[in-house]
Antibody, heavy 120, light 107 residues
Framework: QVQLQESGPGLVKPSQTLSLTCTVSGGSVSNISHYWSWIRQPAGKGLEWIGRIHPTGSTIYNPSLSSRVTMSIDTSKNQFSLKLNSVTAADTAVYYC????????????WGQGTLVTVSS | EIVLTQSPGTLSLSPGERVTLSCKASQSVSNNFLAWYRQKPGQAPRLLMY???TRAAGIPDRFSGSGSGTDFTLTISRLEPEDFAVYYC?????????FGQGTKLEI
């Protein structure tokens, strides 16, 4: 059974870069049948898809964030990562990683989520 | 971008009752690529339904989905205590993949 676990700093200063990693167990990020996505949820609000990466390195980002987002994948560590630069308080949210079966973007399973707060 | 509008925002119900949730899209969802998720407090969302009416693995048959085009519904035939949560619809027919704002079921 595939499990995902997010990790990274819980506090980031404004204008700096948010960096998170998702570690996959029970499965391989190298599996070309899957996409690996990031989704976020501000406190008390709805869900926003950030983007996805394929093991080939192919990425698609939400246009609302694309100028600030970079995703990467490390098959040797069975991890994929998110970087969001120039953060503001509006980027404070729980960040989830999730798997999707190529070619559709249906998210299952999800990691448990990690709260990132942007504050000085 | 496809905007999904869920209604109602909050519903107050009792265990054993039947409920239908609505999700309306601002434009047609291609291939009926519409999913539903349940999010319990403090947990990640869990996939319930996809392609409008197909239950995900392990989801009991008290959950059913229907709809096409721009109008979709999720019905829970008999509410169990674990069903009191927030439900989100999501379209995966076109990027960016978007979610509704959620419907909260409360006791």
């Amino acid at each position: 059974q595939v499990q995902l676990q997010e990790s990274g700093p819980g506090l980031v200063k404004p204008s700096q870069t948010l960096s998170l990693t998702c570690t996959v167990s029970g499965g391989s990020v190298s599996n070309i049948s899957h996409y690996w996505s990031w989704i976020r949820q501000p406190a008390g609000k709805g869900l926003e898809w950030i983007g996805r990466i394929h093991p080939t390195g192919s990425t698609i980002y939400n246009p609302s964030l694309s100028s600030r987002v970079t995703m990467s994948i490390d098959t040797s560590k069975n991890q994929f990562s998110l970087k969001l630069n120039s953060v503001t308080a509006a980027d404070t949210a729980v960040y989830y990683c999730a798997r999707a079966p190529k070619p559709i973007h249906l998210f299952d399973p999800w990691g448990q989520g990690t709260l990132v707060t942007v504050s000085s | 971008e496809i905007v999904l509008t869920q209604s109602p925002g909050t519903l107050s119900l009792s265990p054993g009752e039947r409920v239908t949730l609505s999700c309306k899209a601002s434009q047609s969802v291609s291939n009926n690529f519409l999913a539903w998720y349940r999010q319990k407090p403090g947990q990640a969302p869990r996939l319930l339904m996809y392609t409008g009416s197909t239950r995900a693995a392990g989801i009991p048959d008290r959950f059913s989905g229907s709809g096409s085009g721009t109008d979709f519904t999720l019905t829970i035939s008999r509410l169990e205590p674990e069903d009191f949560a927030v439900y989100y619809c999501q379209q995966y027919g076109s990027s960016p993949y978007t979610f509704g704002q959620g419907t909260k079921l409360e006791i």
